[in-house]
Every structure is written in C-alpha cells, then in structure tokens.
C-alpha cells in the first residue's frame, strides 16, 4: 500500500507527546517496561530518557522529533509490515522513519528479545 501525500502530512504534523502515552500503555499492557520504551527509542533515535521527556514537553512534531535524531545506522534492518504498509516500500522518508518507530515498538510489544529488536546479530 503507497502512502498518499496527506496521510505524510498529517504523521508530520502528528506531535510526539500525543502518541507517547499510547506507546507506553502499549507495551505496559503486555508487560514490557518504560525503560525497555525508551531504550528502543534510544538505539533508533539517540534519544535519552532526559531528551524524550523533553521533546514530549516541548510537543514537538514527528517532522521535528526526527530532524533532532540521529538515526542508528542498522535503521534499515527495520523491515516488515506495520500499519497497513511494507516499511520497505515507503517512499516518504519521514513516514519510513516513523513506521520504523512503530514496527519496533510493536516488536516489544509482541514480546521479542531485545537483541532481535535493536537489529544486534
């Protein structure tokens, strides 16, 4: 399934801090912990504890959330399906990094082993 140009926007525009409580209640629910969270988030984004409670009080967009990461090298390692579409053939690079945010957090939600989740060997 292709993106449309108004589904990127609106995942620009989205804020980090509306979608970060649903991240945590998500793996919460299946007994997996903030801190594992934020160490995903972490590995892909460089982002720290101190970083992501600061972009969540700054309510930053998803366009401003990943002009500030650095995203981790093995990034592309990130492939599958989340949300309806095959991260691989996203063309938006915006929309690509985001979906990589959500396949990962799904993964943990899922309860995979963390070395398979940040792409380690």
Known sequence: MKTTA???LRIAKMTFA???PHYVKKVESKGRTKEELHEVIEWLTG???RKINELIDAKV???DFFAQAQLNTNAA????VICGYRIEEIENLLTKKTRYLDKLIDELAKGKK???ILRKA
């Open 6 to 8: 108004e589904h990127d």
């Open 18 to 20: 509306s979608v970060y």
């Open 47 to 49: 982002f720290d504890t």
């Open 61 to 63: 967009t998803f366009e």
């Open 77 to 80: 390692l990130i492939t599958g």
């Open 114 to 116: 963390m070395e398979k």
